[in-house]
C-alpha cells in the first residue's frame, strides 16, 4: 500500500506539471536545416508564400519552430445574376479540393416590385490557395473597384497554443502509461480503483487535448471564405443630378433599424433581466416591513390596552 501511495504521489507531480511543461517542438512542423530536400519540405516552403508557414530565421540562431497561422476572409461582391455567381464559386471550391459549410440564396421585392436576390455562402479552402481563390471570385464581377465592396482576411498565429496542447499531450500520455503499469502491479481493491479513476480522468483529458490539436490542425490547413453576394440592382441608386435619394433612404431605415433594435434590447433587458432582480430584491424588503408593521401594531394596541386598564383602575380608586 506505502508503494503504491508513493508511486501515485510521484505520478501526480508529474500531472500537475503539464500545464506548466515547456512547449514541446512539433516534428510535423519544423523547419528545414537547409534547402528542401523532401516533397513535404517544398510543400512547406510554397505555403510559406500564403502565410500559412515561415521558413524565414534569424542570423545566428537555430530555426525556430515553423509559425501556424489560421486564415480566414470575408468578402462582399456585386454581380448581374447572384445564383449564378454561387455555382461558379461552389465549382471553383471543388476544384482545389475545398468543401461548402453553408449556403443561401433568397429574394426580396423593392418599392417598384423587382425581385432582388441575394447569395450568402462559407466555403473551406486549401490554406495555400486562398489568395488565388479570392482572385478568382473577384474576377466574377464587372468592375473590381466598384463591384467589390468589401473585403477583409485575417490570421491568427496559434503556433503557441499548439505546441503547447502537443506538450501536454505527451505528458498526459506519459503519466497514463505510469499508471496503467501502477495498476498492473496494485493487489488491494481500494488501490486499483484509485488508479482506474485516474487513468479514466486523465483519458478524458487525453481526448480532449487531441480534439483541440486537430482543431488547430484542420483550421490552418482549411482556411474559411464567407461570401455575400448580391445583386447590382439592389446597389444600383437612383439619382437626380448629383443628389441619391436612394442611398439617403438606406441611410435614414438603417438609422431606424438600429434604434427600434436598440429600444428592443433594451424592453427585454428591462422585462428578463431588471425587473426580476428587482422583485427578488425586494422581497426581503417587504418581508422585513410586514414583520416590523405587525410588532408595531401589537406594541401600539398592548399600550392601549394597558392605558385602559390604568384608567379604569384610577376611576374605581376615586369611587
Known amino acids: 500500500m506505502k508503494r503504491v501511495a508513493i508511486s501515485l504521489l510521484v505520478l501526480m507531480l508529474l500531472y500537475t506539471g503539464c500545464a506548466s511543461a515547456p512547449p514541446a517542438m512539433v516534428e510535423n512542423y519544423a523547419a528545414p536545416a537547409g534547402a528542401p530536400s523532401t516533397q513535404m519540405d517544398m510543400e512547406k ?44 464559386i461552389v465549382k471553383m471550391t471543388e476544384e482545389v479540393k475545398g468543401y461548402i459549410v453553408d449556403s443561401n440564396i ?7 416590385g423587382l425581385e432582388l436576390p441575394e447569395a450568402h455562402l462559407t466555403i473551406r479552402v486549401p490554406a495555400e490557395t486562398l489568395t488565388s481563390t ?47 503499469e501502477i495498476l498492473a502491479s496494485a493487489t488491494r481493491t481500494e488501490d486499483v480503483i484509485t488508479i482506474f479513476n485516474q487513468l479514466t480522468q486523465i483519458r478524458e483529458q487525453i481526448e480532449v487535448t ?35 435619394p436612394a442611398g439617403v433612404a438606406r441611410d435614414a431605415i438603417q438609422a431606424l433599424i438600429n434604434a427600434v433594435k436598440f429600444f428592443a434590447n433594451a424592453g427585454i433587458w428591462i422585462v428578463l433581466f431588471f ?11 417587504v418581508i422585513l416591513y410586514l414583520i416590523i408593521r405587525a410588532i408595531t401594531r401589537r406594541n401600539k394596541a398592548k399600550k392601549l390596552a394597558e392605558s385602559q386598564a390604568s384608567t379604569v383602575m384610577e376611576e374605581k380608586k376615586k369611587e
Do not use: H
Open 106 to 112: 433568397y429574394k426580396s421585392r423593392n418599392d417598384n
Open 275 to 285: 425587473v426580476p432582480v428587482i422583485i427578488i430584491l425586494l422581497i426581503p424588503i
Open 134 to 180: 479570392l482572385e478568382k471570385i473577384k474576377s466574377l464581377v464587372q468592375d473590381p473597384a466598384v463591384d467589390v465592396l468589401s473585403e477583409n482576411r485575417t490570421g491568427q498565429n496559434v503556433t503557441k497554443e499548439y505546441t503547447d496542447q502537443k506538450s501536454r499531450l505527451k505528458n498526459l500520455e506519459d503519466a497514463e502509461a505510469q499508471l496503467r
Open 210 to 244: 487531441k480534439g483541440q490539436i486537430k482543431y488547430y490542425e484542420e483550421s490552418a490547413a482549411m482556411s474559411a471564405v464567407e461570401i455575400t453576394i448580391q445583386s447590382k440592382a439592389a446597389v444600383a441608386p437612383l439619382t437626380i443630378g448629383s443628389w441619391q
Open 45 to 88: 516552403a510554397e505555403v510559406a508564400a500564403d502565410g500559412v508557414y515561415s521558413n524565414e530565421s534569424i542570423p545566428g540562431q537555430a530555426s525556430p519552430v515553423d509559425q501556424l497561422v489560421i486564415q480566414n476572409a470575408n468578402l462582399s461582391i456585386v454581380v448581374a445574376d447572384p445564383a449564378t455567381a454561387m455555382d461558379a
